[in-house]
């Protein structure tokens, strides 16, 4: 019982010796008057002599029905907007079979009368225990609670018997709808009649709409809610349209079971808004096939739908059409906090007995922050737009960033159709390699690669060096970034533990992350077993673009590239390896051949010039990358290896050489150029020594 304020200072009053003690009892006692009077309307005894006659000779059966009647009982009663408002008092009944529609929503509109100022709602709508039967919409304007008494041990049981309140919905519309500042939903559950109730045939489009057509809808409160078996539509939908907004609700314990869509949040123009709104503590499941999304956010216009909050959620449906949680649109983001996210039905729901990603970030939405639990299978996104999502899982690599990239020639600089500097391919040899044009980069200075494998075969990437051995981590964590259309197209594995792979390509044509994290043998053997490297490794079949692949010791993935060397300087602490290619002095009739002109690629430092058995005359070098206009960087010094002796290179405008002196090669000889501006080399050392 809630003592009131009245009371506690007359005790205080008392405790403390005041004169003003008569005066504080002249008030508990007009309140204790007031009391007494709404228990007497009530329970329809009222003296009141404003309705005293007719009311105590009337039925309360009518007067619970006669809207008359019903205003006059709150203008006695109420002193302001009425605090409480019985649905059974208006005629609800709640046994399964009666319609209880009307006498619900008369008990909204009553909760929402407010007596002394138009426009203002307010009241609290009690469901009573039962079934409550609806065959339409019941509409919760702004400021009205629509309160149940929860729902029981064991509320998913067809005859729903377990003492709760139960809203039992056959019709084609949302089930309930919020609308307005404040509306809240309490403590029942709601479920769908479709097949569950003989005679009703009615696909319900959904059990709860969150709407704000045109307004602004903020601080809805859904509490404590069961929606269950909504299979055909949408068990909560949040939806902002015609320049409404929805922002600042709160979602609790909310359960969904069994929904063709658990949740969907959606801004349907650019005008529109879901934004910063919070659900605490819920549960999305279901053991049926039925189920194409737990959650589903889209917003039509950049960040539309936005800062969508998670927290402790579970999202573990077995299995779902198209994920678990599906986002799309420009910077729509979730953010997802301490979550959940299962489905065993998940690891072979593609075809081919293929995974499915439990979640698919589309590349335009950027900057969602999921961690958790996930597990079997993967995250679908283009995780350098979305560097905050880290999930625990041994197949699955988050993106937190570590120190250092030890793999050699993460860039894949120095690419040929066959060949990859430092990396090894194996297995058919009928394969091919293709560098993509720098428009399709996914990281500065990382190149992307096309390797082609045609159908059946399967050809194996590693690195050709061995990594460094580490005794001081548990475990090392690699991957690397891949685009296809063919599920599976890339595993990664352990080649010391080949039964250890990662989840594949989920082939839905965006940027993944394909790696795992492996056991550091060193770390768990025993003292006298022999050292293992880690021997990181790719599966490759089909067709599929790679780059920027990583590796490090501990669980985290590493940003691409190295944080050795900067912009302030350098320090090394071993040998120091240059990027070297093969170049091909351009044959007669080939471009370049007239005009002597040496075309290189912009991607080492180091350049073997190759003889070609059409090269009987020496070539004359007069320029290098002159027409291409592809020059090196000012500062870069480049070394020229030659195999053909009487190769000549000449002093021009374009190559500076000491002494203004040609450069002649022998059998063995180099030269060595500092990139100028504009793409001038100056000579800074030559070796031309004779081997006879």
């Given at each position: ?496 533990q080949d039964e250890v792979k990662s989840i594949g390509h989920s082939g839905g044509g965006g940027w993944e ?180």
């Amino acid at each position: 019982m809630k003592i009131s304020p009245v009371a506690v200072a007359a005790v205080s009053a008392l405790a403390g010796g005041t004169f003003f003690v008569g005066s504080i009892l002249q008030k508990l006692s007009s309140e204790v008057d007031d009391l007494q009077r709404q228990v007497k309307v009530l329970s329809g005894s009222s003296s009141s002599s404003s309705f005293s006659s007719s009311t105590e000779a009337e039925p309360r059966a009518l007067q619970r029905n006669n809207p008359k009647k019903l205003n006059e009982i709150v203008a006695e009663t109420c002193t302001g907007p009425c605090a409480l408002s019985y649905a059974k008092d208006f005629g609800a009944i709640g046994d399964g079979e009666t319609d209880d529609t009307a006498a619900i929503k008369k008990a909204i509109e009553f909760a929402a009368k407010n007596i002394k100022e138009e426009g203002v709602s307010g009241g609290t709508v009690i469901l009573g225990p039962g079934v409550f039967r609806t065959t339409d919409t019941l509409n919760v304007p702004g400021g009205v609670t629509l309160q149940g008494q929860g729902y029981g041990s064991d509320p998913t049981e067809e005859l729903y018997a377990s003492g709760g309140s139960f809203i039992s919905y056959c019709g084609e519309k949302y089930a309930v709808k919020a609308t307005g500042d404040g509306a809240a939903l309490r403590n029942f559950a709601l479920y769908d009649s479709y097949l569950i109730e003989k005679g009703c045939t009615m696909e319900a489009q959904g059990g709860i709409l969150v709407e704000a057509d045109s307004i602004t809808t903020e601080s809805v409160s859904v509490s404590r809610v069961l929606v269950h078996k909504f299979e055909t539509g949408t068990a909560l939908e949040l939806s902002a349209k015609n320049g409404g907004i929805i922002s600042h609700s709160v979602f609790d314990d909310l359960k969904i079971i069994d929904a063709k869509v658990g949740i969907n949040i959606s801004a349907l123009d650019e005008n529109s808004y879901v934004i910063s709104n919070r659900f605490h503590d819920g549960v999305i499941k279901t053991d049926k096939n039925t189920m194409e999304y737990a959650i589903y956010a889209e917003g039509l216009a950049h960040r539309r739908v936005d800062d969508i909050q998670f927290w402790s959620t579970s999202i573990i449906p077995d299995i779902t059409a198209m994920a678990h949680v599906y986002i799309k649109g420009e910077g729509t983001n979730l953010n997802l906090q301490r979550v959940r996210i299962e489905g065993p039905g998940m690891l072979e729901a593609n075809a081919g007995g293929l995974p499915r990603p439990l979640v698919v970030i589309e590349e335009e939405s950027s900057r969602n922050i999921m961690n958790g639990i996930l597990e079997p299978t993967n995250v679908q996104a283009l995780l350098s737009r979305n560097p905050g999502i880290d999930f625990v899982t041994p197949k699955w690599v988050g993106v937190s960033s570590s120190e250092v990239n030890m793999f050699d020639n993460a860039p894949f600089h120095s690419v040929n159709q066959k060949d990859i500097a430092s990396w090894e391919l194996t297995g058919p040899d009928d394969y091919e390699i293709t560098k993509q044009p720098d428009s399709e980069k996914l990281y500065p200075d990382h190149n992307v690669i096309l390797i082609e494998v045609p159908e059946n075969d399967m050809i194996t990437l590693q690195p050709k060096n061995e990594l460094p051995l580490n005794q001081a981590e548990a475990s090392y964590t690699f991957g690397v970034y891949a685009k296809s259309d063919i599920p599976n197209s890339i595993v990664a594995l352990d080649c010391r533990q080949d039964e250890v792979k990662s989840i594949g390509h989920s082939g839905g044509g965006g940027w993944e992350f394909i790696g795992l994290s492996a056991f550091n043998q060193n770390y768990w053997a025993l003292a006298d077993a022999e050292a293992k490297n880690p021997c990181p490794a790719f599966e490759i079949s089909g067709e599929v673009e790679i780059t920027a692949p990583t590796f490090a010791y501990g669980e985290v993935k590493v940003i691409p590239g190295a944080d050795l060397v900067s912009s302030s300087g350098a320090a090394f602490f071993g040998p120091l390896a240059f990027g070297t290619a093969m170049i091909n002095l351009p044959a007669p009739g080939e471009p370049g051949a007239e005009d002597g002109e040496l075309t290189l690629t912009n991607e080492g430092n180091i350049f073997k010039i190759k003889a070609r058995p059409d090269n009987e005359v020496p070539r004359t070098i007069q320029s290098i990358n002159k027409s291409n206009a592809d020059w090196f960087k000012e500062g870069t010094l480049v070394t020229l290896l030659f195999e053909q002796e009487g190769t000549r290179v000449e002093h021009s405008e374009d190559i500076k050489l000491l002494g203004e002196e040609d450069f002649v090669a022998s059998k063995v000889a180099t030269l060595t150029l500092l990139a100028e501006a504009e793409g001038k080399l100056t000579e800074v050392t030559r070796n031309t020594l004779s081997l006879d």
